[in-house]
């Protein structure tokens, strides 16, 4: 009897987990030096602006990767900068359409612990693929904020397109 029990063990062992090629998966990911190189481009395009913030460039998960924070930007514009950057990577999409696109949610989304559907995030998107968001706080109106995030990503846009 311990022999056929075994034997069907076995045999259900190799039934249920067969080696598939999908069971580990690539993903594009930004490398810090990347990730600092977007985030201080972004600040220097508002700066040039006259305007102090905060940039949070968030990994494809959205845990923070670079963070700064202009000298006379509050405090709290490192969090409005991140929940929007978060925004994107839930959404995949610019923050100003998803502010756009879903109004008719606007609410129930900003009420997700970590997300703030505003103006003044984009995505990074390496070799077509979402691989991180860049957020912006601390301009005067969202859209500013949004144009330095954008101005941020095509400094560094060449190096995207080319990732392997």
Known sequence: MHAWY???????GCVAAPAAAQDVLSTKQVSLELARDIATRTLEACRAQGHQVSVV??????????V?????????????????????????????ALRKNRADIRAELNQIDGLLVLDGAVPIRAGGALAGAVGVSGAPGGHVDEACARKGVAAVQERLDFAD
């Not at 075994?6 to 259900?12: M, S, T």
């Not at 494809?60 to 670079?66: D, E, I, L, W, Y």
């Not at 514009?77 to 959404?91: D, G, P, Y």
């Open 6 to 12: 075994r034997f069907v063990a076995i045999g259900l």
């Open 68 to 96: 700064l924070r202009d000298a006379y930007a509050a405090r709290f514009t490192i969090e409005i900068a991140q929940r929007k950057a978060n925004a994107v990577i839930l959404s995949g999409i610019e923050s100003s």
């Open 57 to 66: 460039v968030v990994d494809r998960g959205g845990a923070p990767q670079v």
